[in-house]
């Protein structure tokens, strides 16, 4: 491009805002598109080539600004505005509890209680027996003292939720003790201290990084306790030279200086899977038979259901929490509810719980089915016929995720793609950004690695249409 003249001449070729909109008004793409979005699409694409152009951009020619290029550029921008923002993806990762994509699919019985609920009138809070008023907590409240053991229970909106409404409840104004080596964060800023001081709880804290005893403990109680706190370190763990106190023990300490013992288990599971052969977590049972007087838990966790914070406790506490203002700001909602139901009812079965719960289901998958599944992911994709496809598999570690049994590794066969002509960032950036559903990877040895453990199997055909439409693109 020649200098200074060549700019000028390539701005005056620039067409206005009103001619590019009075082009795009004869485009049935855009006769569904509101006034204001087309106006800001047609701004924005003019504003972009006016910058390229007085930066001198390289190759810039007269056919760039031809008014079909610039419509182009338009449809697609508006179209990317127009389309839902949260939308359904492929998880190829691997990590099966995934918060960033998401955490739990539901099982099929609780989609379809979901729409149900979703789409018509309930007895949300109507007693249908006696024809008043009733109560949202007691929805699933039944169901998850048969299920725990324990006296009285309810659901707020997340588990983060549930330890602040506790603490704020039991303990405001006054100290809880928590050991040193259960001050965590578990990500998306949740850190137990924090939400300590959120609550107006004071923290005592005892012990020492990767050693606390009961008399660290039972040393630190005073006037102004309130609470004994046992925390599950969930994303990390302790090894080497440690000691931790049992809950069991603890409990003891609190009956005897008559104060409550809380434990916010963070993931929760009604399953024991050391039972299955993976690293044993404990379980909600086991914390209500150890006599907690208090515990919290994740709904979207190991439990496999909707966003939820569970609560189990005695029947007193749950009275002063259920009657605590903070628990109306931190209700949920009859979707969860629904959701929340039909997942739990799954779990008065464990053979049923894990043949029906996709978050069990696919913890526990057999290696021998995950192994069928990638031949059968690697088949299609070559039916694809294109030599620039090149696919082996690959001996790599699955996770639960969720800050779930964080040493855990579940072996799997990942499929590693590679794309003649294109490095494997170009192929992670293509699914994930292009691909109308999105395909979400990782990257190892150079490969676009995908994961068949978190792949369902309706989704394969998708993932074979994503790879034809790229190597389609070149
Ligand atoms: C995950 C977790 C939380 C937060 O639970 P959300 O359901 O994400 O709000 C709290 N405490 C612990 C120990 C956790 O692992």
């Known amino acids: 491009m020649e200098q200074g003249n060549g700019k000028q001449a390539l701005l005056r070729a620039l067409p ?3 001619r590019v909109i009075a082009s795009a008004r004869q485009d049935a793409f855009f006769d569904p598109v509101p006034h204001t979005l087309l106006t800001q699409g047609v701004r924005e694409v003019l504003s ?3 910058q390229a152009i007085l930066a001198g951009k390289e190759g810039l020619e007269a056919k760039d600004l031809a008014m079909e290029t610039i419509l182009a550029r338009v449809r697609e921008r508006v179209g990317r505005r127009l389309s839902p923002r949260l939308k359904r993806v492929v998880n190829g990762t691997g990590v099966v509890v995934h918060t960033n994509l998401g955490r739990s699919l539901l099982p099929e ?9 979703g789409s018509g009138y309930s007895n949300l809070e109507f007693d249908l027996s006696k024809g008043v008023r009733g109560s949202r907590y007691a929805i699933v409240e039944a169901l998850l003292c048969e299920i725990s053991g324990g006296e009285a229970a309810m659901a707020v909106n997340n588990n983060a939720g549930a330890v602040l409404l506790c603490l704020e409840t039991l303990a405001r104004g006054k100290k809880v003790i928590v050991s040193r080596g259960e001050l965590v964060e ?3 800023s949740f850190r137990i201290p924090d939400v300590m001081t959120k609550s107006g709880a004071f923290l005592k804290e005892v012990g020492t990084t990767n050693r606390t005893h009961l008399f660290d403990y039972e040393n630190a109680i005073e006037e102004q306790t309130a609470l004994l706190l046992k925390v599950h370190r969930s994303n990390y763990s302790v090894v080497g030279f440690t000691a931790s106190v049992s809950l069991k023990a603890l409990v003891e300490l609190g009956r005897t200086y008559h104060l409550p013992v809380m434990e916010d288990l963070g993931s929760g599971t009604f399953i024991d899977f050391s039972g ?5 977590e404990p379980t909600v049972q086991e914390s209500i038979a150890s006599g907690a007087d208090v515990v919290t838990f994740s709904g979207d966790k190991l439990l496999g259901g909707p966003q939820a914070g569970i609560i189990i406790g005695k029947r007193e506490i749950l009275e002063k929490i259920k009657k605590n203002p903070l628990t109306r700001a931190l209700r949920i909602d009859k979707l969860t509810l629904a959701a929340l139901e039909s997942t739990l009812a799954l779990y008065r079965d464990e053979n049923r719980a894990v043949a029906a719960i996709p978050t069990l289901k696919m913890i526990l998958a057999p290696f021998a089915e995950i192994e069928k599944r990638a031949r059968r992911l690697q088949r299609m ?13 690959m001996d790599l570690p699955s996770r639960v995720g969720g800050g779930a049994l964080p040493l855990q590794d579940l072996p799997s066969k990942c499929l590693g793609i590679q794309v003649e002509g294109m490095s494997a960032n170009a192929v992670e950036r293509f699914m994930r950004e292009e691909a109308e559903t999105p395909v979400i990877g990782r990257i190892e040895a150079d490969r676009f690695v995908l994961d068949p453990r978190t792949i369902q199997e309706k989704e394969m055909p998708l993932i074979k249409s994503v790879f034809s439409e790229l190597l389609q693109r070149g």
């Open 276 to 280: 299955y052969g993976l690293t044993k």
């Open 186 to 188: 578990i990500g998306g």
């Open 48 to 50: 972009l080539l006016r």
């Open 109 to 117: 019985n609780a989609v379809d209680n979901l729409v149900a609920l």
């Open 381 to 393: 994709l070559k039916s694809l016929g294109s030599r620039r496809l090149r696919i082996v598999l």
């Open 16 to 18: 206005g805002v009103d």
